[in-house]
């Protein structure tokens, strides 16, 4: 029996993935997108974006991956214009740049001198983090979980999941905000000591995603806290987690 079960490991090999920053992914993956030069009817591809992500600003072509909800149509109907790269590496503390403009190559970094010297100085050994699901469709929620499991071990930085605010360092916010959730995210925030973090994992949490213009959604919260960082995704991919965190809380896994 246990010669069995020896077998059964040997089988299947070691679980884990060694080194979490520097995994490719499979080119099906749909991460940064790069947005060529070449000619297209820029009223028609912006009018073909269901969620607004497009734009046309500095005579350029833009995605924002705040609001793209990575469905990959945009891709398939303008191959030549837009394609999705297996780049994960895209959370960001400056909302503006997840816009990305045509030309742009050079990916997505963290903007280090906006990172608070607090969170520099007390997270770079620990982070515990309560997820609040405001509204949420439990897909980013799933990723989030997904975090700590056998594969990534989110655990073996010490960034783990707590179950109370008041045991966690920061709040991982996902859903578009829904107002019967506004209130309970409020006081979950107000219950973790300072210092505290504020990260927002996903479209629907970033910019409501295509609940943005509901009239059931309640997003004065963001404008009241700093938010130190969005990882964009729809769902999320662990990945992008835990290697924006990462580079948020720790100098040496900054790009
Ligand atoms: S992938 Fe993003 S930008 Fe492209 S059509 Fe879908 S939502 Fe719009």
Same mark, same amino acid.
């Given at each position: 029996?246990?010669?069995?079960?020896?077998?059964? &490991?040997?089988?299947?090999?070691?679980?884990?993935?060694?080194?979490? =920053?520097?995994?490719?992914?499979?080119?099906?993956?749909?991460?940064?997108?790069?947005?060529?030069?070449?000619? &297209?009817?820029?009223?028609?591809?912006?009018?073909?974006?269901? &969620?607004? #992500?497009?734009?046309?600003?500095?005579?350029?072509?833009?995605?924002?991956?705040?609001?793209? @909800?990575?469905?990959?149509?945009?891709?398939?109907?303008?191959?030549?214009?837009?394609?999705? =790269?297996?780049?994960?590496?895209?959370?960001?503390n400056?909302?503006?740049?997840?816009?990305?403009?045509?030309?742009?190559?050079?990916?997505?970094?963290l903007?280090v001198s906006a990172i608070r010297k607090e969170i520099r100085n007390i997270f770079k050994?620990? !982070?515990?983090?309560?997820?609040?699901? #405001?509204?949420?469709?439990?897909?980013?929620?799933?990723?989030?979980? #997904?975090?700590?499991?056998?594969?990534?071990?989110?655990?073996?930085?010490?960034?783990?999941? =707590?179950?109370?605010?008041?045991?966690?360092?920061?709040?991982?916010?996902?859903?578009?905000?829904?107002?019967?959730?506004?209130?309970?995210?409020?006081?979950?925030?107000?219950?973790?000591?300072?210092p505290?973090i504020?990260?927002?994992?996903? =479209?629907? #949490?970033? @910019?409501?995603?295509?609940?943005?213009?509901? &009239?059931?959604?309640?997003?004065?919260?963001?404008?009241?806290?700093?938010?130190d960082?969005?990882?964009?995704?729809?769902?999320?991919?662990? !990945?992008?987690?835990?290697?924006?965190?990462?580079e948020l809380t720790r100098k040496?896994?900054r790009?």
């Amino acid at each position: 029996m246990f010669l069995e079960e020896l077998n059964i &490991v040997k089988h299947q090999g070691k679980q884990f993935i060694k080194d979490l =920053t520097e995994v490719v992914l499979p080119d099906t993956f749909r991460g940064i997108p790069i947005i060529s030069n070449e000619e &297209v009817a820029v009223k028609e591809i912006i009018d073909f974006c269901p &969620v607004d #992500a497009i734009d046309f600003r500095n005579n350029k072509l833009s995605i924002d991956l705040g609001k793209c @909800s990575f469905c990959g149509d945009c891709q398939h109907q303008f191959s030549s214009k837009i394609k999705f =790269t297996n780049h994960y590496k895209m959370a960001t503390n400056k909302r503006a740049d997840l816009i990305i403009e045509q030309g742009d190559k050079t990916g997505i970094k963290l903007d280090v001198s906006a990172i608070r010297k607090e969170i520099r100085n007390i997270f770079k050994r620990s !982070l515990k983090l309560r997820q609040v699901c #405001a509204g949420g469709d439990n897909s980013n929620e799933l990723e989030l979980g #997904a975090c700590g499991n056998v594969n990534f071990d989110m655990g073996r930085y010490g960034i783990e999941f =707590t179950a109370s605010p008041r045991h966690s360092d920061g709040i991982v916010l996902t859903g578009p905000i829904t107002k019967n959730m506004a209130e309970a995210l409020e006081i979950a925030y107000l219950a973790i000591p300072e210092p505290k973090i504020l990260i927002l994992a996903g =479209t629907d #949490a970033i @910019s409501g995603g295509i609940f943005a213009e509901s &009239v059931a959604v309640k997003r004065d919260f963001l404008e009241k806290y700093p938010i130190d960082l969005y990882v964009p995704g729809n769902p999320i991919h662990p !990945l992008t987690f835990i290697n924006g965190v990462l580079e948020l809380t720790r100098k040496k896994f900054r790009r």
